[in-house]
Each structure stands twice: as structure tokens, then as C-alpha cells.
């Protein structure tokens, strides 16, 4: 069993970067493919960026693509997602998810569907 525990929200302006965490305690991350998915207000959930057990490879949807960097520190057992140039249309509840992946090239995918263990949440606020 995995279980993961998000920090790292809040409140910013357009423009600004946060780092979101994702803490994972109970099994070792480093058989684990990540993914972080977000829900904006009034929206579905959806896929944001994913990374690879091993950590050589990561995905990310197009409306993120060159702001977000997916990351993870397994001796930390720790994912990371760094925002920069924060939009409006990036307020969400962020969420990061994990699923058992012992082939560490190949990717989970952008499907939730596909991912065991959920973090509780963390809300990004964007905001001028």
C-alpha cells in the first residue's frame, strides 16, 4: 500500500512558480510510475504530466507543456511538480497519483483509470 501526502499549494499571482509535492510513505516510489492530474471548478479531471519509475522519461499534456516539470527524488520518495509562469486557467485542485510499474521506461499513461494510489489534493489558486 502507498500512500501519498500532497504540500506545496496556495494562493499566487499570473506569472509566478510553485512547487507542488508529493510525498509517498509505505512502499519505495522507485517501482512506481507518478502522474499529477488537476480538476479546475466545474471541471473533470484531467491529466497534467506523468514520469516513468525511473525517472527518464515524462509527458505532459499540451497546455502545460514547457511551464510544468515533473520530477521525482526516490531517495526522498518524493514527486514534484514545478509550475512556472502560472496562468488563470491554471487553478485547480492538483492531485498526484502513483501505480506499480516495474517495466521503468514505459509509461503509465494520461488515463486515471490507470493509477492505483491517490494524494489528497491540493488546491493552486491563480489570481490577480
Known amino acids: 500500500q502507498v500512500q501519498l501526502l500532497q504540500s506545496g499549494g496556495g494562493l499566487v499571482q499570473p506569472g509566478d512558480s510553485l512547487r507542488l509535492s508529493c510525498a509517498a510513505s509505505g512502499r519505495a516510489l522507485s517501482n512506481y510510475g507518478m502522474g499529477w492530474f488537476r480538476q479546475g471548478p466545474g471541471q473533470e479531471r484531467e491529466f497534467v504530466a506523468s514520469?516513468?519509475?525511473?525517472?527518464?522519461?515524462?509527458y505532459y499534456a499540451d497546455s502545460v507543456k514547457g511551464r510544468f516539470t515533473a520530477f521525482r527524488d526516490d531517495i526522498k520518495n518524493t514527486l514534484y511538480l514545478q509550475i512556472n509562469s502560472l496562468q488563470l486557467e491554471d487553478t485547480a485542485i492538483y492531485y498526484c497519483?502513483?501505480?506499480?510499474?516495474?517495466?521503468?521506461?514505459?509509461?503509465?499513461?494520461?488515463?486515471?483509470?490507470?493509477?492505483?494510489?491517490w494524494g489528497q489534493g491540493t488546491q493552486v489558486t491563480v489570481s490577480s
Open positions: 497519483a502513483a501505480a506499480f510499474s516495474p517495466f521503468r521506461d514505459l509509461d503509465v499513461g494520461r488515463g486515471s483509470e490507470g493509477y492505483n494510489y
Open positions: 514520469i516513468t519509475s525511473s525517472g527518464r522519461r515524462t
